[in-house]
C-alpha cells in the first residue's frame, strides 16, 4: 500500500475558492524546471514551482533544481576566481541553500520568498 500525504495548504485553499497563487496559473508543480544555468529566468521558474508545491513529490522537485542551482554556483565560485560578479554569485550561493532546507522543512513558499528577495 503506498501512502500519499493530503495536503492542508490545497484543502484550505479550495474551500476560500482558490487553487493557485495569482500568477502561477500556468505552473505545473508536476513539472521538472530544466536547470542549466542560475539566470533570473531559471530562478523565476523555481520560485513559481515552489509558490505552487504542495505534494512531497513536487517539493523532492524543487530540492533538486535547487541543488543543480547550488552545484552551478559552486562550479563557478571555483573556476571564476576574477570575476566581478563573484560576491553576487556567492551570496546566491548561500542564498539557495538556506532555500533548499527550508523546502527540506516543507516550506516551499517561504522558499520561493527568499529566493524572491534575492532576485
Avoid at 508536476?30 to 544555468?37: E, G, S
Avoid at 522537485?61 to 576574477?82: H, K, P, S
Amino acid at each position: 500500500m503506498i501512502f500519499r500525504s493530503r495536503s492542508c495548504y490545497r484543502f484550505v485553499m479550495s474551500l476560500n475558492g482558490h487553487n493557485r497563487i495569482p500568477g502561477t496559473e500556468d505552473v505545473d508543480p508536476a513539472h521538472i524546471v530544466p536547470v542549466q544555468d542560475f539566470s533570473s529566468n531559471t530562478l523565476r521558474s523555481i520560485i513559481d514551482h515552489l509558490k505552487v508545491s504542495t505534494d512531497f513529490e513536487h517539493l523532492v522537485y524543487r530540492e533538486a533544481e535547487l541543488d543543480a542551482v547550488w552545484t552551478i554556483t559552486g562550479f563557478f565560485l571555483a573556476n571564476e576566481a576574477d570575476s566581478s560578479h563573484r560576491e553576487v554569485v556567492k551570496d546566491l550561493h548561500a542564498c539557495v541553500h538556506k532555500a533548499h532546507d527550508l523546502v527540506a522543512d516543507r516550506r516551499p513558499v517561504a522558499a520561493a520568498m527568499l529566493l524572491q528577495a534575492f532576485l
